[in-house]
């Protein structure tokens, strides 16, 4: 979880056409496209994020929205936790009746922080396929943005090739639990230096 008590940010991730969206949307009537508004801010913020898209400059520029305020990430076992009791997603859930949810599972510390989840995914897919089942939630969108070898002073910072496919399985075990569920999964990542996975390729032609 990466909560962000500082000014709003709200990225668009557009994977396709805006779509207007009349009413809360079920999470089984998927559109053929869809935008998501990726927003992380304190949740006191969340209002002026949904008017801005409501009814504001934005308006019907998006049909989905994901939020990284609703769990915390534990990677001693690889686990999640709602430590609101529900709050926060009670929340979620008025504020943003309007849109496709899609809870957004962060993570940005050294890569060595994901290595249990990848030995044993089996409680943290079991709790987002409940809750997006509970909550009708559209699917589940992950960020796991990892240290790099931008500190080569630290190689435990360097996401291998090998955990690149440790993600790459997570992923897909995730969305095969998801899918039988018909929810789908979405990832946020990037393939330049910053939050990259695999090996860093640096202008002298080595790499870490």
Known sequence: ???????????????????????????TDRPARTVMAWVST????WPTCRDFLTT???????????????????????TLSRDDGGATIAAQQKIW????LYPMIGYGGNVTGLHQLFAAPEAFIATLVKDAVEFDWAGINIDFEPSTNMDDSDPRSNPSIDDAVALAVLLDKLGAALHAANKTVSV???????????????ADGSHG
């Open 56 to 78: 504001g400059a934005a308006k019907g520029t998006v049909n989905a929205i994901s939020i990284d305020n609703l769990y915390t990430f534990h990677p001693e076992n690889g």
């Open 97 to 100: 009746s309007d849109f496709r």
């Open 188 to 202: 946020d990542t990037m393939s330049a230096q910053g939050a990259c996975w695999g090996q860093w390729h640096h």
């Open 1 to 27: 979880m990466r909560a962000r008590a500082g000014p709003l940010l709200v990225a668009a991730i557009v994977v396709g056409m805006p779509l207007a969206v009349e009413g809360r949307p079920r999470a």
């Open 42 to 45: 304190d949740p006191a913020n």
